[in-house]
């Protein structure tokens, strides 16, 4: 895997919006803070239009995210906000200037789509906080600091609390995955995730729990889950039952899913959509260790 370089201060950060319409006031604050940091921050044409559900038809969705690419100066791009859209404009955007410029790619949830595309590159990018994560009563988050960590150093180590779901166990493999919809949703595609001999991390928001069961059970009847190093779960956030119960937890119907496998599987990583979602090097390898503390370690050499 290719590894952009990491940030400097005076480096130029472009925002764009590949997918839902964003709420304005966060990210001017949040490029106010990027500001403060010390970096360039240029907002793409059409970050703060409004097409329907949609920031900005597709062609203008991908025309900034293209331009941003193509900027020889932008060190990073990170994405406004998630919602729904990147896998409308996926095959509208070229990719291919990254390979000989690499540059960080930032954000999670509906962003799954591009990081799946630039793995499929060969280049690393960040499973991390949006603009929207980076301030709470008005001061910086947590996962605003995690995010700044990974972007200027590469440092991405994390101990993890303890779940009696967990499978013990000890791996190390390249961390791939983000979120478990947008993973199914492009199945048989160009861009399908591989996972053999891979960590994956999985996480998810305001799903039908069938729903999440037939997403699973997806990924194990392609086998994309017999042969993972490792399996990390992150938030599965307001997940929605129906009038007649499903009768199992999020976490349940995963660790079902995997249950005639015997790699590690850690659950309540502190990723997705949730307050503490801190960030991760895609693409890059990491150790992987489940016990009564797991710790999550991300291998420079």
Known sequence: MVIPPFLMTGDR???????????????????ELLQDEGFEV???????????????RDQQRASDLEEAIHDSQTKAIICARGGYGTVRIIEKTDFSPLIKNPKWLVGFSDVTVIHSALNKLGIASIH??????????????????SLME????????????????NRAGTCSGELVGGNLSMIYSLQGTPWQLETSGKILILEDLSEYLYHLDRMMQNLRLAG???????????????MKDNESPFGKSAYEIILEAVQDDHFPVCFDFPAGHIPK???LMLGSNYHLEVSENSQLTRQTK
């Open 150 to 165: 990974i972007l200027t150093s590469g440092k991405s180590q994390f101990q993890i609390p303890g779940n009696p779901l």
């Open 42 to 56: 240029v907002i793409g044409k059409h970050v703060f239009d409004n097409h329907f559900q949609y920031s900005g």
């Open 224 to 238: 994309q889950l017999k042969n993972l190093a490792g399996l990390v779960v992150g938030g599965f956030t307001d």
């Open 277 to 279: 979602n801190l960030a």
């Open 13 to 31: 950060i472009r925002i764009v919006s590949p997918a839902g319409k964003v709420q304005k006031d966060k990210v001017l604050q949040s490029i």
């Open 128 to 145: 991390g906080a949006m603009p929207g994560f980076f301030i709470e009563d008005k001061k910086p988050t947590q996962s605003f600091f």
